[in-house]
Structure formats: C-alpha cells, structure tokens
C-alpha cells in the first residue's frame, strides 16, 4: 500500500516532481537506490532482495518507474512473477510512450495486480492491471496522487486525507533542493487503521510488522544535460533524512 504523489507540469524546467513512501512487511530485505544490475548498467533503482526487483527506478535517459501493490494484493502469489521485474522492464526503453506501450502488451495473468507509474519530462502514465487486463493511461497536467487504489480516487483514506493538503502546499524547487512542505506531509502519522485495511496514515507504524520502510523524492528536469534530483530515506521520513543518490 505505497503511496506516491505527482506534480506533472510539460513546459516547466522542472516537468515531473515525485515524492513516495514505500510502504512494505519490516522485515523484507532490500537495498537503497544504486546500479545493482551488471546487465542493466543505465539503470538505478532499489533492490528488493528476495525477488531481485525494484519498486523504483531511474535510468540515464530520465525516465522514471514505480511499483505499487493494488488493494488485498500484497507480496507473492504461486505461478505468478514478480511485479518489481516490470520497473526494471520499463527502465529499459528510453522514452515513457515506449515503456508504457511495451508493458500494457504483458500477459495480465503472469501479475498479481499493480498500480504503476511511468513517467519522464515529456509523457506520464498510470499502467492499471486490475487482474484481469493492463491498461497504460495517460495523467494529465497537475496535482495527482496514487496509492493501492484509482488514481486521485478519494475512496482512498490517504488521497482523501491528503490530496488537498499536497496540492496546496508550496510547490519543491529542486534547484533550491526546498522540498520542505512535501516532506513534512510524508511524516505524517495522522490515523492507525486496521489490518488489512489502508491507513489514512502517509507514514505507517504499527505492529502487525506491516509499516512504512523508506521514502524518495525525485525531480525530472526538461534540459538534458541537467541531472535529475533523487533523496532517498532509508526509514521512516520525519526520523531519517533524505540523502541525495549518486546518480553517477
């Protein structure tokens, strides 16, 4: 039950702003972002230990890939593969139309559902398999907010708590590295629901070893020659700070 909040703005020096909790059994092994892949040298992401996925990756072309569960889907599943191979598929093609057109022809039977976003500074994408079929569609222009349900769906306790806090909050400045009013609404603890249901909560502590383990911001720049911008925390955000991932 990720969640991940976008600001998508073509035109801007800076298009594609991202902030994401990842949210996952305590316990999971994992690595933060790095080049972990011999055989994928242009790509930086984290390493899910067990299924040697990621649930979030950026390759040197720019474009950027996330994994979320969809609800009363999470970890593996008998004959099915895992969803983090499908960041590191889509971290393969240079451009978002192309990742997005390459993975909507997958075979939805091999994939638990999943929730995934696509993006770089020309084109973003929601890929929605409900279980039955993927769909690659495309996010407009301005605010949006996913979590293991519909996009912007206020169905969900988490966008319907914090959809308008985020999009009314000051916008980060990568070049300023201000990222302030997003990285206080990531920390935040605001309910405790129970298990197995989402939690209003961003930042999710509880007992039953499910929780928030890490969280990424990430900034896409419109010029080439400019490096994007990634902070990783490697806990929870509010007790760990974000550090910048070398990017090489």
Same mark, same amino acid.
Request: hydrophobic share 40%; aromatic share 8%; net charge negative.
């Given at each position: 039950?990720?969640?991940?909040?976008?600001?998508?703005?073509?035109?801007?020096?800076?298009?594609?702003?991202?902030?994401?909790?990842?949210?996952?059994?305590?316990?999971?092994?994992?690595?933060?972002? *790095?080049?972990?892949?011999?055989?994928?040298?242009? $790509?930086? +992401?984290?390493?899910?230990?067990?299924?040697?996925?990621?649930?979030?990756?950026?390759?040197?072309?720019?474009?950027?890939?996330?994994?979320?569960?969809?609800?009363?889907?999470?970890?593996? +599943?008998?004959?099915?593969?895992?969803?983090?191979?499908? /960041?590191?598929?889509?971290? @393969?093609?240079?451009?978002?139309?192309?990742? *997005?057109?390459?993975?909507?022809?997958?075979?939805?039977?091999?994939?638990?559902?999943?929730?995934?976003?696509?993006?770089?500074?020309?084109?973003?994408? &929601?890929?929605?398999?409900?279980? =039955?079929?993927? =769909?690659?569609?495309?996010?407009?222009?301005?605010?949006?907010?996913?979590?293991?349900? =519909?996009?912007?769906?206020?169905?969900?306790?988490?966008?319907? *708590?914090?959809?308008?806090?985020?999009?009314?909050? /000051?916008?980060?400045?990568?070049?300023?590295?201000? &990222?302030?009013?997003?990285?206080?609404?990531? *920390?935040?603890?605001?309910?405790?629901?129970?298990?197995?249901?989402? @939690?209003?909560?961003? $930042?999710?502590?509880?007992?039953?070893?499910?929780?928030?383990?890490?969280?990424?911001?990430?900034?896409?720049?419109?010029?080439?020659? /400019?490096?994007?911008?990634?902070?990783? $925390?490697?806990?929870?955000?509010? =007790?760990?700070?974000?550090?910048?991932?070398?990017?090489?």
């Amino acid at each position: 039950m990720c969640t991940i909040v976008l600001e998508f703005r073509p035109g801007h020096p800076w298009p594609l702003l991202a902030a994401a909790n990842r949210d996952e059994m305590v316990n999971r092994p994992w690595r933060g972002p *790095a080049r972990h892949w011999p055989d994928r040298p242009d $790509c930086v +992401a984290g390493l899910d230990v067990l299924a040697k996925g990621s649930w979030l990756g950026l390759n040197d072309h720019g474009l950027m890939a996330a994994m979320l569960n969809r609800f009363a889907s999470l970890g593996p +599943a008998p004959g099915k593969r895992s969803r983090g191979e499908l /960041v590191l598929e889509a971290l @393969d093609h240079a451009e978002a139309d192309q990742a *997005a057109q390459a993975l909507s022809q997958l075979d939805p039977l091999a994939y638990r559902p999943f929730n995934m976003v696509i993006g770089d500074g020309r084109s973003l994408y &929601w890929l929605r398999h409900d279980g =039955e079929r993927i =769909e690659a569609r495309p996010i407009a222009a301005g605010f949006h907010m996913l979590t293991a349900h =519909e996009l912007d769906d206020r169905a969900s306790p988490r966008i319907a *708590a914090y959809f308008d806090p985020f999009r009314a909050a /000051v916008k980060p400045d990568p070049e300023t590295g201000d &990222w302030g009013a997003w990285t206080d609404l990531l *920390a935040r603890r605001r309910s405790q629901g129970p298990p197995g249901q989402e @939690d209003a909560a961003l $930042c999710i502590v509880r007992d039953d070893g499910f929780g928030t383990v890490s969280s990424a911001l990430l900034a896409l720049p419109a010029d080439p020659t /400019v490096k994007p911008v990634w902070l990783f $925390c490697p806990g929870r955000p509010g =007790e760990l700070p974000y550090e910048p991932v070398d990017l090489g």
